[in-house]
């Protein structure tokens, strides 16, 4: 009885070990952008090259601002008089409120004065949206890292005319490597077994990573014999190591 159940662990374990299995992959960034300006105009700097690790938030580029920011001033401007427009006009409502009271004026005379606020209402109204659009202008100059990654590459230089009117160009391509993906295919009976958020592990160039099973694909790889599956795990490779996309990876499946 006690070898009975001695060859059933040994089974156990040996199929266990049976379904474990390494499975080549390779490494993708999990973000790749190739980033622009909403504005047009003459390149000012730019302040990356490629290789460069960036923060969320750096200033990648910026465009001449010079337009931009004497457009901010004079809406400035006009916000500040509009409001002591606008000022003036509600003490005039309020006297024309008390004499119309008081049977001094005509109603007439108090619906100007009604009208006249309302007028400077709206203007004050529309000086305000209109600085508010110069300053998103403005903020339209500047290239900004929208997420922490690796500059890839730069496109443009200092002193080249972008127009983005009709056809987006590219100044700089960003990549986020933190997280990391391995993508690797394999047979449907193995992607079977697998869920996503299931932990697994990576090994690149003899480091060992945990991860977890981001994705599993549901369309079949063409030109195989068989079919076969994407799955892509992701992992937060160590700040000493810069890995690469296209880098060759195994991935550790249960």
Same mark, same amino acid.
């Given at each position: 009885?006690?070898?009975?159940?001695?060859?059933?662990?040994?089974?156990?374990?040996?199929?266990?070990?049976?379904?474990?299995?390494?499975?080549?992959?390779?490494?993708?960034?999990?973000?790749?952008?190739?980033?622009?300006?909403?504005?047009?105009?003459?390149?000012?700097?730019?302040?990356?090259?490629?290789?460069?690790?960036?923060?969320?938030? =750096? %200033?990648?580029?910026? &465009?001449?601002? /010079?337009?931009?920011? +004497? *457009?901010?001033? @004079?809406?400035?401007?006009?916000?500040?008089?509009?409001?002591?427009?606008?000022?003036?006009?509600?003490?005039?409502? =309020? %006297?024309?409120?008390? &004499?119309?009271? /008081?049977?001094?004026? +005509? *109603?007439?005379? @108090?619906?100007?004065?009604?009208?006249?606020?309302?007028?400077?209402?709206?203007?004050?109204?529309?000086?305000?949206? =209109?600085?508010?659009?110069?300053?998103?202008?403005?903020?339209?100059?500047?290239?900004?890292?929208?997420?922490?990654?690796?500059?890839?590459?730069?496109?443009?230089?200092?002193?080249?005319?972008?127009?983005?009117?009709?056809?987006?160009?590219?100044?700089?391509?960003?990549?986020?490597?933190?997280?990391?993906?391995?993508?690797?295919?394999?047979?449907?009976?193995?992607?079977?077994?697998?869920?996503?958020?299931?932990?697994?592990?990576?090994?690149?160039?003899?480091?060992?990573?945990?991860?977890?099973?981001?994705?599993?694909?549901?369309?079949?790889?063409?030109?195989?014999?068989?079919?076969?599956?994407?799955?892509?795990?992701?992992?937060?490779?160590?700040?000493?190591?810069?890995?690469?996309?296209?880098?060759?990876?195994?991935?550790?499946?249960?």
């Amino acid at each position: 009885m006690k070898r009975m159940r001695h060859l059933i662990l040994l089974l156990g374990v040996v199929a266990t070990g049976a379904l474990a299995q390494d499975v080549d992959a390779t490494l993708d960034w999990s973000k790749r952008v190739a980033l622009s300006t909403p504005a047009s105009g003459v390149v000012r700097e730019i302040n990356v090259v490629p290789g460069q690790r960036v923060e969320a938030g =750096a %200033r990648l580029g910026q &465009l001449d601002d /010079r337009r931009a920011q +004497a *457009e901010l001033r @004079r809406t400035s401007a006009d916000v500040t008089r509009l409001k002591l427009t606008l000022e003036e006009a509600e003490r005039e409502y =309020a %006297r024309a409120e008390e &004499l119309y009271e /008081r049977t001094v004026i +005509a *109603e007439r005379d @108090r619906q100007l004065v009604e009208i006249e606020l309302s007028v400077a209402k709206a203007n004050h109204t529309a000086a305000v949206a =209109a600085h508010q659009r110069s300053r998103v202008d403005l903020e339209d100059t500047r290239l900004v890292a929208p997420f922490a990654g690796i500059v890839l590459a730069v496109h443009v230089s200092p002193g080249e005319t972008i127009s983005n009117a009709l056809q987006v160009t590219p100044m700089v391509t960003l990549a986020s490597d933190r997280p990391m993906l391995a993508r690797a295919w394999v047979d449907e009976a193995v992607q079977a077994r697998l869920e996503p958020d299931q932990a697994v592990a990576v090994r690149v160039a003899g480091d060992r990573y945990d991860g977890q099973v981001q994705t599993l694909g549901l369309e079949v790889r063409q030109g195989e014999s068989k079919p076969r599956y994407e799955i892509v795990v992701r992992f937060t490779p160590s700040d000493k190591q810069q890995l690469r996309a296209g880098q060759a990876a195994i991935i550790e499946l249960p």
